[in-house]
Nanobody, 127 residues
C-alpha cells in the first residue's frame, strides 16, 4: 500500500472554489488510477471523480455537472480536484483513493475497487 495525504480543504462561501490536492508517497505513481470520493454526515461515501493512470480518461459523478475537474501530475505524484461553483450540498469530507493498475486507460468508480485511501480533508460550503 501507499500513503495518500490530502490537502486544500476549508471553508468557502457558496459559489466559491477550492482545489484539493492528494500526494501519493512511494514510487510508480503513474501506475495508479486515482479517485476522489466524499462523505457527508449520515450519508454513504459517494463517488466524485476518477482519472486513469495515464490521465487520458476521466469520469465524474452525476452531481458534478461540469463544476469539478480532476487532473494529475505524474512527475510530482499529485492528483488534484478543482471544485468550482460550490454549493452547501458539496459540504463533506473528501477522500483521495488509489488503485494500482496495469491499464493506462481505466478509471474506477466503485470504492471497493480502490486499494489505498487518504485520511480525508473537510470541505465546508456556507450559504
Amino acid at each position: 500500500q501507499v500513503q495518500l495525504i490530502e490537502s486544500g480543504g476549508g471553508l468557502v462561501q457558496a459559489g466559491g472554489s477550492l482545489r484539493l490536492s492528494c500526494a501519493l508517497s512511494g514510487r510508480m505513481f503513474s501506475t495508479y488510477a486515482m479517485g476522489w470520493f466524499r462523505q457527508a454526515p449520515g450519508k454513504e461515501r459517494e463517488f466524485v471523480a476518477a482519472i486513469s493512470s495515464s490521465a487520458g480518461t476521466t469520469f465524474y459523478g452525476d452531481f458534478v455537472k461540469g463544476r469539478f475537474t480532476i487532473s494529475r501530475d505524474n512527475a510530482k505524484n499529485i492528483v488534484f480536484l478543482q471544485m468550482n461553483s460550490l454549493t452547501p450540498e458539496d459540504t463533506a469530507f473528501y477522500y483521495c483513493a488509489a488503485k494500482q493498475t496495469e491499464s493506462g486507460s481505466y478509471y474506477y468508480i466503485d470504492r471497493d475497487d480502490y486499494d489505498s485511501w487518504g485520511q480525508g480533508t473537510q470541505v465546508t460550503v456556507s450559504s
